[in-house]
């Protein structure tokens, strides 16, 4: 039986959820925006339609994606830093890279907003792959 902490899992979604709103708010809002086609109206009417619900939905997500990490960690024993990156970058690498280059390529999206999203991906799966590690050595 591998051995999963939930509150680990938890506190790395927080975290990864976090760094999302910060990623694509002041750090690549407005280029992230433009990329997408958004304009300030646009932006507003996603607000009224129910940014509570996306985010939530969101953020089930990312507790999604922590416990399959911390899964994946436990069963890899991807506990030292050289492992654990390794194991970070083939899944990124492996699952959301082509994912987010294939919808960028058939959405007809710019390459830039490629890089904004991928990127993102590579961190937030960082920050939860350290916040795990870290928990479950530290509690």
């Not at 999963?4 to 809002?29: E, H, K, Q, R």
């Not at 996306?54 to 997500?61: K, N, R």
């Not at 399959?68 to 990124?92: C, H, K, R």
Request: proline content about 3%.
């Amino acid at each position: 039986m591998l051995k999963i902490d939930l509150i680990a899992v938890i506190v790395a979604g927080v975290a990864s959820m976090g760094f999302g709103m910060l990623w694509y708010g002041p750090l690549f809002g407005k280029k992230w925006s433009r990329l997408m086609g958004f304009d300030a109206d646009k932006v507003e009417e996603m607000k009224k339609r129910g940014m509570i619900k996306i985010s939530s939905i969101a953020f089930i997500t990312e507790l999604i994606t922590a416990y399959v990490l911390s899964y994946l960690i436990a069963l890899t024993g991807s506990y030292a830093l050289p492992v654990l990156a390794s194991l970070i970058f083939w899944l990124w690498i492996g699952f959301s890279v082509p994912i987010l280059i294939g919808a960028t390529l058939w959405e007809g999206k710019p390459f830039m907003l490629f890089l904004i999203n991928a990127t993102l991906h590579l961190a937030s799966l960082s920050i939860m792959g350290l916040i795990i590690v870290y928990w479950t050595s530290w509690f």
